[in-house]
């Protein structure tokens, strides 16, 4: 493992994101020090905003509320703990135990748990005893928030469409591709180590298929509860439509290739039967790449007027000695895959 996967990410995050979590931030500052000018300096109204700016204005929503409750809960107690016992250094110690205590107990959020912690150990610190301390840091918590959550709306909510068009691009030129893959397997001998790497091959739809589901879900989260989220929800429930017929596709794939590599013969590739299924296959390919045309649009624009190829019943005699378990199972893989893409056809 590459030491520096632990701090650092795949991607860099959009910079939008960073320059309303600044400008979020500055804002909190500037404000809260201007409604109370002799007071303390207003971290908590920085922070606040900091953390509530997410990629979605759902998120930010929810992470406000998680923010506060943990502010406020850790505020009231290291406000009492402090009044009760004084400022003593074990006293700080105490509150932070004390707030951990009362998180678990009333099961908050891992965010929530520790803003409780941290909200008393920071009140502790700065002074508790002060008269309106408590007090002056949950409505500094509030105004954080709330400018945090202005700033996400005035500077335009990300809508996370392009991601997940992508994803569920890269899932479905992948089922065509392996599609195409195992055809062209079906008519020509191999080696173990080509069928090693046939099925090898194979299993990378699964990583591409919960990646897709995953861009799918956050695209869903950009949309709720964001003024730009009407236009896009027509798109989002296409590519949902499209996810769900292209899911039971992965499985079936799958279960193609590993029962072609497990009973494997040099005499298969000779049956007039698969054949017939390597072409159906093909075929296949080209419908999957037309269901993601419906669903994406300018991506798959040649095949706007192309109809469907699995249309004609696939017909065959019986095939030779064993080989009928193997073409038997195919056939019925092939069968569903004719039924997941029909649903849009």
């Known amino acids: 493992m590459r030491y520096t996967s632990a701090?650092?990410?795949?991607?860099?995050?959009?910079?939008?994101?960073?320059?309303?979590?600044?400008?979020a931030t500055i804002l909190a500052w500037v404000v809260a020090g201007w409604l109370v000018p002799d007071g303390p300096p207003p971290v908590f109204?920085?922070?606040?905003?900091?953390?509530?700016?997410?990629?979605?204005?759902?998120?930010?929503?929810?992470k406000g509320i998680e923010r506060s409750v943990g502010v406020i809960a850790g505020v009231m107690l290291a406000a009492a703990l402090g009044?009760?016992?004084?400022?003593?250094?074990?006293?700080?110690?105490?509150?932070?135990?004390?707030?951990?205590?009362?998180?678990?107990?009333?099961?908050?959020?891992?965010?929530?748990?520790?803003?409780?912690?941290?909200?008393?150990?920071?009140?502790?610190?700065?002074?508790?005893?002060?008269?309106?301390?408590?007090?002056?840091?949950?409505?500094?918590?509030?105004?954080?928030?709330a400018i945090g959550i202005v700033v996400h709306l005035?500077?335009?909510?990300?809508?996370?469409?392009?991601?997940?068009?992508?994803?569920?691009?890269?899932?479905?030129e992948e089922i065509a591709a392996s599609l195409e893959r195992l055809a062209g397997a079906l008519t020509a001998k191999h080696t173990l180590r080509e069928l090693r790497e046939l099925m090898v091959a194979a299993r990378r739809l699964y990583e591409l298929r919960d990646a897709a589901n995953e861009a799918l879900d956050e695209a869903e989260d950009s949309l709720a509860l964001n003024p730009r989220g009407r236009h896009h929800r027509e798109d989002l429930a296409a590519m949902r439509e499209s996810a769900e017929n292209l899911r039971p596709i992965v499985t079936q794939v799958l279960g193609m290739t590993r029962a072609y590599v497990e009973q494997y013969d040099?005499?298969?590739?000779?049956?007039?039967?698969?054949?017939?299924?390597?072409?159906?296959?093909?075929?296949?390919?080209?419908?999957?790449?037309?269901?993601?045309?419906?669903?994406?649009?300018?991506?798959?624009?040649?095949?706007?007027?192309?109809?469907?190829?699995?249309?004609?019943?696939?017909?065959?005699?019986?095939?030779?000695?064993?080989?009928?378990?193997?073409?038997?199972?195919?056939?019925?893989?092939?069968?569903?895959?004719?039924?997941?893409?029909?649903?849009?056809?």
């Open 7 to 23: 701090f650092r990410a795949t991607e860099r995050p959009a910079l939008l994101q960073m320059v309303k979590t600044a400008v």
């Open 45 to 62: 109204a920085a922070i606040a905003a900091m953390l509530v700016v997410q990629p979605s204005l759902n998120q930010s929503l929810t």
């Open 83 to 145: 009044l009760a016992l004084g400022e003593e250094s074990w006293v700080v110690i105490l509150a932070v135990a004390a707030a951990l205590a009362l998180a678990w107990a009333l099961r908050m959020t891992v965010g929530s748990a520790n803003q409780v912690a941290i909200s008393a150990l920071l009140v502790l610190s700065m002074g508790a005893s002060t008269p309106g301390y408590a007090s002056y840091r949950v409505l500094e918590t509030f105004l954080g928030a």
């Open 154 to 172: 005035v500077l335009v909510p990300p809508v996370a469409l392009d991601p997940a068009r992508r994803a569920m691009d890269a899932l479905g």
């Open 266 to 345: 040099d005499d298969v590739s000779t049956e007039p039967a698969v054949q017939g299924i390597s072409e159906e296959l093909r075929r296949a390919a080209h419908d999957t790449r037309r269901e993601l045309r419906l669903a994406l649009g300018a991506r798959y624009m040649e095949f706007a007027e192309t109809a469907p190829a699995l249309t004609a019943p696939l017909m065959f005699k019986a095939p030779s000695g064993m080989n009928w378990i193997l073409i038997g199972s195919l056939m019925e893989d092939l069968r569903r895959i004719r039924v997941s893409l029909g649903a849009r056809n």
